[in-house]
């Protein structure tokens, strides 16, 4: 007879196949998507799913659909987003994740975030990839390239964005293709567009900030359009591009200008303090003041004689360096009288120069010199 305390006998059932855990998940520019690494190693055999494979799945919101894959014997997979530049522009941000796939049990093992930073950073990953490949040439070769720049008027100095568009519209894919701007006031290089691999039907943007050189004069700049494709695919664009441009005024100088003489111990007659004689070392001061609104930069000034021989200038060059508005400073020159006595007067020229603008200003310096 069983007691109250009696046990019963209860039938156990088989465990099923461990599901792994993950590691790590990390996005990867290399692989171009996510790569996962899981604990321990895996295998194939009767320990996951007999007669299968284990199996990894990626999906979530921001994927058309869901991506597959087997982990390597070290427990190592990555789910390639996409391949070009075009297709990653075609992911939207959202969250994704990872299920192990286990004797047909599904098992969320981890999850992860897509945003827009790293999708714009695997699409630069998989530009630079594009760039490198060659391909093999084939008819049917086409594109279509559109250019403009972002603002379409920029003051001389600033930054303008040249934007491109390339599409591929043949039937085979497109390798290496760019296209590039060049002419007077942008600096040579620097605005090309490399678009790289195209596949047929894909279109890409891309973005040039090129600076519109500071001494451009001209009130507009005619960019010649120059494209090209590895395979000598047949494109279709401008040949140029047309920016309008708001000249930089100079900056507005004035100088100040004094003179001390070093007449070597010779008497001045009364009334004469201010004329010279031929043999003084005059010492030249000149006070820059910058009154306007564009800064003087890499500022030099320079004395010189309009008249050969009627002065000797020992120091006549003076580095001024950046001047913004309101700022001043200070130039020194020293020269000697050469002019013959009762020649009346000397003059002498003082020349402000901008290292991207040349000269900005002018002042005439008229030396007196003694009758006899």
Do not use: K
Request: with cysteine; net charge negative.
């Amino acid at each position: 007879m069983l007691g109250v305390g009696g046990c019963a006998s209860t039938e156990r059932v088989p465990a099923g196949p461990a599901v792994p855990s993950v590691i790590s998940a990390i996005w990867s520019e290399e692989s171009g998507g996510l790569c996962v690494t899981l604990s321990g190693t895996v295998s194939a055999g009767p320990s996951l799913l007999p007669g299968g494979e284990f199996e990894l799945r990626l999906s979530g919101p921001s994927l058309e659909q869901p991506i597959f894959r087997v982990p390597n014997a070290r427990g190592r997979t990555c789910f390639e987003l996409a391949r070009t530049p075009a297709e990653f522009g075609g992911l939207r941000p959202g969250p994704v994740s990872v299920d192990a796939m286990v004797a047909g049990r599904i098992t969320q093992i981890a999850s992860a975030r897509l945003d827009e930073p790293t999708i714009r950073r695997l699409a630069a990953a998989a530009l630079e990839r594009g760039r490198q490949r060659t391909g093999a040439p084939g008819p049917g070769g086409t594109a279509e390239i559109s250019l403009r720049t972002v603002p379409d008027r920029v003051a001389a100095g600033e930054t303008v964005r040249i934007v491109g568009t390339a599409t591929n519209t043949g039937d085979r894919p497109l390798y290496r293709l760019s296209a590039a701007v060049v002419g007077q006031g942008v600096p040579a290089g620097e605005a090309t567009l490399d678009f790289g691999w195209l596949q047929p039907g894909e279109t890409i943007e891309l973005t040039q900030t090129v600076r519109v050189e500071r001494g451009h004069r001209a009130d507009s700049i005619e960019l010649d359009v120059q494209t090209a494709e590895l395979h000598g695919a047949a494109i279709a664009a401008a040949e140029t591009v047309r920016l309008a441009v708001q000249p930089l005024p100079p900056a507005a100088i004035r100088t100040e200008v004094t003179v001390t003489p070093d007449r070597h111990g010779r008497a001045v007659r009364e009334g004469r303090e201010d004329t010279f004689r031929p043999g003084d070392d005059l010492h030249m001061v000149v006070e820059v003041t910058n009154f306007g609104d564009t800064d003087l930069l890499g500022g030099v000034a320079e004395l010189r004689s309009p008249e050969p021989g009627n002065a000797s200038v020992r120091v006549g060059r003076a580095v001024l360096g950046n001047l913004p508005p309101g700022g001043s400073t200070r130039a020194h020159f020293w020269f000697i009288v050469r002019a013959p006595l009762g020649s009346a007067r000397m003059p002498m020229l003082v020349e402000i120069s901008d290292t991207d603008l040349g000269v900005v200003h002018e002042q005439a310096v008229v030396i007196e010199i003694d009758e006899d």
